[in-house]
């Protein structure tokens, strides 16, 4: 990987400093899709995350694939990302 690459990558990386999830053991981020208790828990967790947006925007740059990020299913991100990568090509 570049190493201006791997500086975008770090500095994207910064926002986790403020996650609300670092401190809550007690809830599963990474949740089977069908576990709709898990799911809402880390919702609840996401909804009151001063850095939402960014946890949310990471996932959608990095197309993360799995667990719960910015308060979205793994489904839920890959419908905003289509959106998102839309729009990012419409834009350049
Ligand atoms: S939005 Fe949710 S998953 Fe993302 S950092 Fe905040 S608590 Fe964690």
Same mark, same amino acid.
């Given at each position: 990987m570049p190493m201006n690459a791997m500086y975008e990558l770090e500095a994207l990386d910064t926002?986790?400093?403020? &996650?609300?999830?670092?401190?809550?053991?007690?809830?599963?981020?990474?949740? &089977?899709?069908?576990d709709i208790g898990a799911i809402a828990s880390a919702r609840a967790v996401c909804g009151s995350c001063p850095v939402r947006d960014d946890c949310l925007a990471f996932a959608l740059e990095t197309n993360q694939s799995d667990g719960i990020w910015g308060g979205y299913t793994p489904a839920e991100r890959s419908k905003l990302r289509r959106v998102w990568l839309r729009d990012l090509k419409a834009a350049s």
């Open positions: 926002w986790r400093e403020g &996650s609300v999830c670092a401190d809550r053991t007690d809830v599963d981020f990474f949740p &089977s899709p069908d």
